[in-house]
């Protein structure tokens, strides 16, 4: 059966609803979310980063990266509450998960030797039960609120070259927009 070809695993503090997936060089991330924009969606991409938004606003979630030599198998309906894919460019080869406050970074994933466009798969759960306790609607039971509030798999493998549009010198204020068949919205 096919296995992923590394993994990372953490905890990740998600912060004003949010943390991000990115480019584990900065050079090579489009700026991220400010007072002028946040992502609305709960999923966005753009140059060199993902953007997650959760109903919960402050809380830790497991977060599970996993670098794939190709497309993984699906995960077990019912196993997760959602699952998306996406493709992303990747000009180092490598990603880290950055918390909502963007002061801590996971550990990096190499997902390969070098720029590409990756095909993602983001597998979530937990975002009910965070909706619950957001709304007031729930109270973690004994032993619960030490448990991570979402939980993410995040699955890459190799999609396809960089588009010439796309090709460096890349700096992120003077970059080309992801052409719309890249993003996800």
């Known amino acids: 059966m096919a296995q992923p070809v590394r993994t990372v695993t953490d905890e990740v503090v998600i912060a004003y609803h949010r943390f991000d997936l990115e480019d584990a060089d900065r050079d090579n991330v489009e700026e991220p979310p400010s007072h002028d924009w946040l992502p609305q969606d709960n999923l ?15 809380f830790s979630a497991l977060v599970t990266m996993q670098a794939w030599s190709e ?19 990747c000009r180092s080869g490598t990603v880290t998960t950055v918390n909502g406050t963007r002061d801590h970074r996971t550990a ?7 720029p590409m466009v990756y095909r993602l798969r983001v597998n979530s759960r937990g975002h009910e039960r965070m909706r619950e306790l957001e709304g007031g609607g729930g109270i973690p039971e004994e032993g619960e609120e030490d448990r991570p509030g979402e939980e993410y798999l995040f699955q890459f493998w190799p999609a396809r070259p960089i588009p010439d549009e796309l090709t460096p010198p890349f700096h992120p204020k003077q970059s080309p927009r992801v052409p719309d068949a890249l993003r996800q919205r």
């Open 71 to 89: 497309e993984p198998p699906r995960q077990p309906g019912g196993l997760w509450e959602t699952t998306a894919e996406l493709d992303m460019v």
């Open 108 to 114: 990096p994933l190499l997902l390969s030797d070098g």
């Open 44 to 58: 966005t991409v753009r140059q060199g980063i993902v953007y997650m938004v959760s109903p919960g606003h402050t």
